[in-house]
């Protein structure tokens, strides 16, 4: 366990927390194997990790079982709620709105830090997810919100191609303290990003942390996004083939170098991309 060291929020008997405390991210050994598979072997072989606390509690309440890999540093006297054992809204804070926060990012609604607090950001995601599963969206997680968090996440209806051929670098997942909503494909500045499947672009512009980013709409719910271009091919509107190029891969936006980040969504929902791109041979994937 790693102490937080933000004592502004430490208040006695009281749930301490900060985004630092978020303090490893580990990849389980179902993972790894199912990440292998799909790069047929690319993924390098790692001892599976003892689960951690948050891992344990989250596979006993029967929430993605082996595919929980944030560390989450916990100090002070509340019990380790299991999630679903309360009813959980804006202001509550603990153990189990950390689980909360995970739960809803695997299932494709990340809210920004997982930081064990019940703010603003969990409560919109948390509405965004209930929309999307066709539930009350009153932003209050209950008995009906944890039995639908229970479920898998959503998948592509459509195989999807490589926007480049090039290994994976960051995957979906936990991330430091946040949720990584894409996979990161590193590739020298200039490289061509080609469209996954034919579709109609519906943004092509630069959008917040994402720099220059080219959305296409796949039709069925299906939608891919192309971020940190350093220059764009296509306009809004533009009708385009699988394979047709997007744009060059630069480091535009929140990027600490040339790569491209590649998200996939459905129905709104972040998902694994890896779980929608075509599988191919390790040799047809370049090293970035
Ligand atoms: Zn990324």
């Given at each position: 366990?790693?102490?937080?060291?933000?004592?502004?929020?430490?208040?006695?008997?009281v749930?301490?927390?900060?985004?630092?405390?978020?303090s490893r991210?580990?990849?389980?050994?179902?993972?790894?194997?199912?990440?292998?598979?799909?790069?047929?072997?690319?993924?390098?072989?790692?001892?599976?990790?003892?689960?951690?606390?948050?891992?344990?509690?989250?596979?006993?309440?029967g929430f993605?079982?082996?595919?929980?890999?944030?560390?989450?540093?916990?100090?002070?006297?509340?019990a380790?709620?299991?999630?679903?054992?309360?009813?959980?809204?804006i202001?509550?804070?603990?153990?189990?709105?950390?689980?909360?926060?995970?739960?809803?990012?695997?299932?494709?609604?990340?809210?920004?830090?997982?930081?064990?607090?019940?703010?603003?950001?969990?409560?919109?995601?948390?509405?965004?997810?209930?929309?999307?599963?066709?539930?009350?969206?009153?932003?209050?997680?209950?008995?009906?919100?944890f039995?639908?968090?229970?479920?898998?996440?959503?998948?592509?209806?459509?195989?999807?191609?490589?926007?480049?051929?090039?290994?994976?670098?960051?995957?979906?997942?936990?991330?430091?303290?946040r949720?990584?909503?894409?996979?990161?494909?590193?590739?020298?500045?200039?490289?061509?990003?080609?469209?996954?499947?034919?579709?109609k672009?519906?943004?092509?512009?630069?959008r917040?942390?994402?720099?220059?980013?080219?959305?296409?709409?796949?039709?069925?719910?299906?939608?891919?996004?192309?971020?940190?271009?350093?220059?764009?091919?296509?306009?809004v509107?533009?009708?385009?083939?699988?394979?047709?190029?997007?744009?060059?891969?630069?480091?535009?936006?929140?990027?600490?170098?040339?790569h491209?980040?590649?998200?996939?969504?459905?129905?709104g929902?972040?998902?694994?991309?890896?779980q929608?791109?075509?599988?191919?041979?390790?040799?047809?994937?370049?090293?970035?």
């Amino acid at each position: 366990m790693k102490a937080c060291h933000n004592d502004s929020l430490a208040r006695p008997g009281v749930f301490r927390h900060c985004l630092g405390v978020v303090s490893r991210i580990r990849i389980g050994a179902v993972v790894v194997t199912a990440l292998a598979a799909a790069l047929g072997g690319v993924a390098p072989a790692r001892a599976a990790p003892r689960p951690t606390a948050v891992e344990r509690a989250l596979e006993a309440s029967g929430f993605y079982a082996g595919k929980t890999m944030v560390e989450v540093a916990f100090t002070g006297r509340q019990a380790h709620r299991p999630l679903g054992a309360r009813t959980l809204r804006i202001g509550a804070h603990g153990f189990d709105v950390a689980e909360l926060e995970l739960a809803l990012a695997w299932q494709g609604f990340p809210s920004g830090g997982i930081d064990g607090r019940f703010g603003p950001e969990l409560r919109s995601a948390l509405i965004r997810f209930q929309r999307a599963a066709a539930l009350r969206p009153d932003g209050v997680a209950g008995k009906t919100t944890f039995a639908r968090l229970r479920r898998p996440p959503r998948s592509s209806p459509i195989p999807l191609g490589w926007p480049l051929l090039l290994q994976v670098g960051d995957r979906f997942g936990p991330r430091s303290s946040r949720f990584h909503a894409g996979i990161d494909l590193p590739a020298p500045a200039g490289t061509a990003v080609t469209a996954s499947a034919a579709g109609k672009v519906t943004w092509a512009a630069p959008r917040g942390s994402w720099g220059n980013l080219v959305t296409v709409d796949h039709g069925r719910g299906v939608r891919t996004m192309y971020a940190h271009l350093a220059a764009i091919d296509v306009k809004v509107g533009d009708w385009v083939a699988g394979g047709t190029v997007l744009g060059r891969v630069g480091s535009t936006g929140d990027a600490t170098g040339p790569h491209l980040h590649f998200e996939v969504r459905v129905d709104g929902a972040a998902i694994d991309p890896l779980q929608a791109l075509v599988r191919l041979p390790a040799a047809d994937l370049q090293p970035g």
